[in-house]
């Protein structure tokens, strides 16, 4: 899947896939909730709201009130690339998110996610 076509695709048809991925988990939507708003600097109601709206990834991350200085800890493959090594800032931050969500899923701790 090419890059512009990722950008495009809406959050919000992603999102609920997250939230499938660490409930079979045993993980809740809070938890997801939890890390992308540490990630993007969104509040719960902004991030609810950015759902609502149907905007693409590339929308979402423009639009973050602060990426989270931290994110830059976060590494690890991902999709079968190391996240550190992805160029493009906007395909590291949805592929940190992805990662993210991948480390709730595997039972870490949100302190650990959050690289608290």
Do not use: H
């Amino acid at each position: 899947m090419g890059s512009e076509r990722v950008y495009k695709m809406a959050f919000a048809s992603v999102y609920p896939l997250y939230v499938q991925k660490v409930e079979r988990k045993g993980r809740t939507q809070d938890d997801v909730d939890a890390v992308v708003c540490w990630l993007t600097g969104y509040e719960l109601a902004g991030l609810q709201s950015q759902i609502a709206a149907g905007v693409s990834f590339e929308e979402f991350f423009a639009q973050a009130p602060l990426l989270n200085p931290n994110a830059c800890q976060v590494t690890g493959v991902v999709c079968g690339v190391r996240v550190e090594q992805i160029e493009d800032p906007l395909m590291r931050q949805i592929r940190i998110l992805d990662k993210l969500v991948e480390e709730l899923a595997k039972g870490k701790t949100l302190e650990k996610v959050r690289r608290a």
